[in-house]
């Protein structure tokens, strides 16, 4: 398929990504934009099925249907959709480090803290989902894609607004592996529908295993209703035992049981990283807790606040390191994810930092040319985020404002702190 001349609607097909059983995905340029995208296409056949081909349309209208609506770091961008009479395509980010599949088999297993990491993420993005009215209904590994390192994109949100009866009707179709309790039995469905699916993804990440298997739909189904499955940490050496608990509460029977919400479930997650994650490594989840920690980015939606992770250069600093020298010239400054330093002036002390501050932001504020006002040396060891002008303005304009006024927040409450002092 490589070099095909092919043009669909404004699409030049470059080459076949993948087939599947209902159309296929091409890697193809955007004439208008010159922008590559995934573009997927349904077969006409597919929508002439006696069978199922009033389900599949329905699906793919209902992915269509997204296109420009849906906006979060870890899901597939749906940035275009045409559908008609007997054929239709969607034009999608590229997503180029393939599926989880590729990770569920004992001898392909990614180190737990990445799993962990992965599925923390896929938490954030189900939320955001969720809050803007979608359930997924079919979370699997298949349909969660990797950008990168441990950087997912959940894909295919066909399934979310089927009807019931479509719904069961898909089941049909596809993998029940992952299906919830209340989903194979046709009840309506929640967010902890999906947490059910993300938690059997989840556990095959960790042991190469399904918790949930039989030799008939009808045996697999009881399972899923009724059987408890092992720990991940007896079939996996390195998974800890708080770990276990982690997933087994989100593989409860009954959705009440399960994590009470979204933020609970990737709270859980982002301390588990810490018991496993490499020493001196830095954990996505521990940056973007940090930053969530601040209270005028707490609110802030997922985009914009990986955003400003990203934007960071961050580093574990030891106790007794010089992190700004007063008369040096310096545009960024840095936040305070944990620790504690002191602010000098010659040998005056003006000022302790805390963990959730900033640190030498009256130098970005004045701009280039500055030079810093007093010196930093942290107190106990830190884990910090540098933040250089250059960085910053590569970002959105809304997390730039979030990120401004939490840093101008800052000054104002040390100013506070300074008045208060000079009244006594």
């Given at each position: 398929m490589d070099g095909l001349s092919l043009q669909v609607g404004k699409y030049d097909i470059q080459q076949m990504l993948g087939q599947g059983a209902t159309g296929t995905v091409y890697l193809a340029i955007d004439t208008f934009s010159g922008r590559e995208v995934a573009l997927k296409t349904i077969e006409p056949e597919v929508f002439r099925d006696p069978e199922f081909g009033t389900v599949h349309r329905s699906a793919?209208?209902?992915e269509a249907s997204l296109a420009g609506k849906i906006r979060h770091p870890?899901?597939?961008a749906i940035l275009d959709a045409v559908v008609e009479e007997n054929s239709g395509h969607i034009a999608m980010e590229v997503v180029r480090g393939g599926d989880l599949s590729q990770f569920v088999t004992p001898d392909k297993l990614l180190p737990v803290a990445d799993a962990l990491q992965i599925v923390f993420k896929c938490c954030g993005a189900l939320d955001y989902a969720f809050r803007e009215g979608i359930v997924h209904r079919d979370i699997k590994p298949a349909n969660i894609m990797v950008a990168r390192g441990t950087e997912p994109k959940i894909s295919d949100?066909?399934?979310a607004f089927l009807k019931r009866g479509e719904a069961a009707q898909t089941a049909a179709m596809g993998s029940p592996y992952y299906m919830s309790p209340e989903q194979v039995e046709g009840k309506d469905l929640t967010f902890h529908s999906d947490m059910f699916s993300l938690?059997?993804?989840?556990?095959?990440l960790l042991t190469g295993q399904r918790?949930?298997?039989?030799?008939?739909?009808?045996e697999l189904v009881q399972k899923i209703l009724n059987q408890d499955p092992a720990p991940p940490s007896t079939l996996r050496q390195g998974v800890p035992k708080q770990v276990d608990a982690l997933v087994l509460t989100a593989l409860m029977k009954k959705a009440p049981y399960r994590h009470a919400t979204w933020a609970e479930f990737a709270d859980g997650l982002s301390k588990a990283v810490g018991l496993v994650i490499e020493?001196?490594?830095?954990?996505?989840t521990e940056k973007f807790t940090a930053l969530k920690k601040v209270?005028?980015?707490?609110?802030?939606?997922?985009?914009?606040l990986w955003e400003i992770v990203n934007a960071g250069a961050w580093s574990r600093i030891p106790a007794g390191t010089l992190l700004l020298q007063e008369g040096e010239p310096g545009g960024g400054f840095y936040f305070l994810a944990s620790g504690q330093a002191k602010v000098t002036l010659g040998a005056k002390l003006l000022n302790l930092v805390n963990e959730s501050e900033f640190v030498g932001e009256m130098g970005w504020i004045h701009g280039p040319g500055g030079a810093r006002h007093a010196s930093v040396v942290s107190i106990t060891d830190m884990?910090?985020?540098e933040y250089a002008p250059e960085a910053l303005a590569e970002i959105s304009v809304g997390a730039q404002l979030h990120l401004t006024r939490a840093v101008t927040r800052n000054v104002v409450d040390r100013l506070q702190m300074a008045n208060l002092r000079l009244a006594r």
């Open positions: 793919f209208l209902n870890h899901i597939v949100f066909g399934a938690g059997v993804v989840l556990y095959e918790p949930f298997t039989g030799t008939s739909l009808e020493p001196g490594a830095i954990a996505d209270e005028l980015l707490s609110a802030l939606p997922d985009a914009e884990l910090v985020a």
